[in-house]
């Protein structure tokens, strides 16, 4: 089995664990203008809209008392381009890993702030930890993107 391929059954299980697991509301609930990201505060809800949009999920952990998770969020996701992108090709999760310690062990996240990409499957195609600026943290997004096209052309055809 290839490897990516046994990390995403090992992460479907997973996704189906965390589907138990109400996330938290993002820190700011504001509604999302053009340079906002457009949280989803549900995970059930977001699963659905991943499957439903076939567009992967951006799971952002944080906490409150995260200097750099802060920063990250005011100085790159919340850039005019880089929230114009991710609302169009991601559902935005924002997850709390002090509320949502649960899903935090689930996905292995040991240290903040940390960015998970899951496509609509649970297939894990990327990690971001720590603060990033606006351009490495789009590349590493991208190239996740670009998985998520090898993924889903790897199990279409093994069906």
């Not at 992108?85 to 240290?111: Q, R």
């Not at 600026?133 to 790897?154: G, Y």
Request: positive net charge.
């Amino acid at each position: 089995m290839k490897p990516l391929v046994a990390c995403a059954a090992v992460l479907s299980l997973s996704l189906c664990s965390m589907m138990a697991v109400q996330a938290a509301p993002p820190f700011s609930l504001a509604r999302p203008s053009e340079h906002q990201l457009n949280w989803q505060s549900n995970l059930q809800a977001a699963h659905r809209q991943a499957v439903s949009e076939n567009k992967p999920m951006l799971l952002v952990f944080g906490a409150d008392w995260c200097h750099f998770c802060k920063k990250l969020e005011k100085e790159t996701l919340n850039s005019n381009e880089m929230a114009k992108y991710i609302n169009s090709e991601f559902v935005p999760i924002h997850l709390d890993t002090d509320k949502d310690k649960k899903v935090a062990e689930i996905l292995k996240v040991s240290s903040l702030p940390c960015s998970i990409v899951l496509s609509p499957n649970a297939d894990l195609l990327g990690r971001i930890e720590g603060f990033h600026t606006t351009a490495p943290f789009h590349k590493q997004l991208a190239a996740a993107k670009q998985r998520l096209q090898i993924v889903q052309r790897t199990s279409s055809s093994s069906q």
